[in-house]
C-alpha cells in the first residue's frame, strides 16, 4: 500500500511564492526507489506536466510553463517531495498533484501514465 498526502497549497497574490509538500507512506519499497513527479489539472483544463524526479535522483525536469519559477527536491530521509513555486501567475492555479512510479523510466518522466501512485491534490489559487 502506497499512499502519497500533499499540503502547502493555498491563495497567494501574483508574484508570491508557495511550497508543497508530499509525504510518501510506502510498505516495504524505500521512497528513494520511486521516480516523483508533481502534476496540476486547472479547472475544465487537461492534467499537465510540472516536474518530475528520477527514480536515482540524478535527473530532474521541469514544464517550459515553470522553468526558472520552480525547484523540485526531493528527503530521502523524510520521505517527502517538494515543489517550490516562485513567481506564481493567476494561470498557475490548479490543483497539484503529486506522483510516484517504481518503474518510471526517465524517458517517461513527464508522463501522467506512467506513474502508479497519486496523491488527493492540493489547490493553489494565484489571484491577480
Known amino acids: 500500500q502506497v499512499q502519497l498526502v500533499e499540503s502547502g497549497g493555498g491563495l497567494v497574490q501574483a508574484g508570491g511564492s508557495l511550497r508543497l509538500s508530499c509525504i510518501i507512506s510506502?510498505?516495504?519499497?524505500?521512497?528513494?526507489?520511486?521516480?516523483m513527479g508533481w502534476f496540476r489539472q486547472a479547472p475544465g483544463k487537461e492534467r499537465e506536466f510540472v516536474a518530475a524526479?528520477?527514480?536515482?535522483?540524478?535527473?530532474?525536469y521541469y514544464a517550459d510553463s515553470v522553468k526558472g519559477r520552480s525547484t523540485i527536491s526531493r528527503d530521502n530521509a523524510k520521505s517527502t517531495l517538494y515543489l517550490q513555486l516562485n513567481s506564481l501567475k493567476p494561470e498557475d492555479t490548479a490543483v497539484y498533484y503529486c506522483?510516484?512510479?517504481?518503474?518510471?523510466?526517465?524517458?517517461?518522466?513527464?508522463?501522467?501514465?506512467?506513474?502508479?501512485?497519486w496523491g488527493q491534490g492540493t489547490q493553489v489559487t494565484v489571484s491577480s
Open positions: 506522483a510516484a512510479g517504481a518503474g518510471v523510466i526517465t524517458s517517461a518522466l513527464r508522463l501522467g501514465t506512467a506513474y502508479d501512485y
Open positions: 510506502t510498505s516495504g519499497r524505500a521512497f528513494r526507489s520511486y521516480a
Open positions: 524526479f528520477s527514480r536515482t535522483g540524478g535527473y530532474t
